[in-house]
């Protein structure tokens, strides 16, 4: 028989310097941890959101899904009112925040999205859903990694891989979720195709989608069903979007789950396969201005091109060795999208 000796109790000290993150169930702050001497996150939850026998289970699911790009915890411990949740600190915070400054390239999409992927990819082989897949709980390590974080709603698959979830970032939920309180793996697909969507759109314009719909349930389901939101169709894309990446965020966000990846693997596959379809597409920052100015630019080491459309026309710009001349053929009046896309094929 198990001889069962009474738990070790230890002393732990940490300072807190700020708060750099909330959410519902708790705060994250930046702390110099006085044992390890060094500045870790630590994320605070107050014992009065959770059941006794629940304190530590975000902390026992995030050590489980051990992964490349899963944040590891580095140590778990509670106090009378609080548990603490001890991660690295990444200084370049999460995704939502660097969405709120500006776009990504499509590389960068694609290459965050094939990391979270993976992560998902990592705790789905383990019988966990996380249910709470957004930018907020994407970081970013200091290696340009994305990091899935937050367990906080993840939960234990049955038999059926199904679990009991009725707390979704509504935003991202599925249809599904407001009919059902049964999901499985294509909750978690569609919020990581709402995520990939996102990142396409831009954070303004999906808050202009968002917005309307005031975080309200019934308008939400509304939405979902009539088609309203989120708005699928090529047009809504930027320009530099390419259409086999349109094509991927379009299934994952499909209404019927039967017309959505059947697993993370295929939506995974699909988004890898498309820089070698769209090279030429990668890499351009794009920037839309507070009066409707869009450009787009592409830098290396020899040549800077840079499209700007503006009121209808553009302007081209090839800038080599700092002598800058206008592009003749891409200076053009009452600008078509496809011409755009084309410009931005050639470039």
Same mark, same amino acid.
């Given at each position: 028989m198990l001889d069962m000796k009474p738990a070790t109790v230890a002393n732990l000290r940490f300072t807190i310097i700020r708060t750099i993150g909330h959410g519902g169930f708790g705060r994250v702050h930046l702390a110099k941890d006085h044992q390890l001497n060094t500045e870790l996150a630590i994320k605070q939850i107050s014992k009065s959101h959770l059941q006794k026998d629940?304190?530590?289970?975000?902390?026992?699911?995030?050590?489980?899904?051990?992964?490349?790009?899963?944040?590891?915890?580095?140590?778990?411990?509670?106090?009378?009112?609080?548990?603490?949740?001890?991660?690295?600190?990444?200084?370049?915070?999460?995704?939502?925040?660097?969405?709120?400054?500006?776009?990504?390239?499509?590389?960068? %999409?694609?290459?965050?999205? %094939?990391?979270?992927?993976?992560?998902?990819?990592? %705790?789905?082989?383990?019988?966990?859903?996380?249910?709470?897949?957004?930018?907020?709980?994407?970081?970013?390590s200091d290696a340009s990694e994305a990091h899935l974080t937050d367990f906080g709603l993840a939960k234990h698959a049955d038999r059926y891989f199904h679990a009991h979830h009725v707390n979704g970032f509504i935003e991202h939920s599925p249809p599904e979720y407001f009919t059902e309180y049964e999901h499985g793996i294509w909750f978690d697909i569609y919020q990581m195709g709402m995520m990939v969507y996102r990142m396409c759109i831009g954070e303004e314009e999906f808050v202009k989608l968002t917005r309307p719909l005031d975080r309200d349930f019934e308008k939400h389901k509304e939405a979902r069903e009539n088609g309203d939101f989120p708005k699928l169709d090529t047009s809504f894309f930027p320009e530099h979007i390419p259409l086999k990446l349109q094509a991927v965020v379009k299934t994952a966000l499909a209404y019927d789950r039967a017309d959505r990846y059947q697993s993370i693997l295929d939506m995974l596959n699909d988004l890898a396969a498309i820089p070698d379809e769209n090279k030429m597409m990668l890499d351009w920052k794009y920037t839309v201005y507070p009066n409707s100015k869009k450009d787009w630019c592409k830098d290396n080491s020899s040549v800077k091109i840079t499209i700007t459309v503006e009121n209808g026309s553009s302007v081209a710009t090839k800038v080599t060795s700092k002598l800058s001349q206008n592009i003749r053929s891409h200076c053009l009046n009452a600008i078509k999208r496809s011409e755009i896309q084309q410009f931005l094929k050639e470039y």
């Open positions: 629940s304190y530590f289970q975000e902390a026992q699911l995030l050590y489980l899904s051990e992964h490349q790009y899963i944040t590891p915890i580095k140590y778990a411990c509670e106090t009378d009112d609080d548990i603490y949740l001890a991660m690295p600190f990444y200084s370049r915070g999460s995704l939502a925040r660097i969405l709120e400054k500006r776009f990504l390239t499509v590389r960068e %999409i694609i290459s965050y999205s %094939i990391q979270v992927l993976s992560a998902i990819h990592n %705790i789905h082989s383990r019988r966990l859903l996380h249910f709470d897949i957004k930018p907020d709980n994407i970081l970013i």
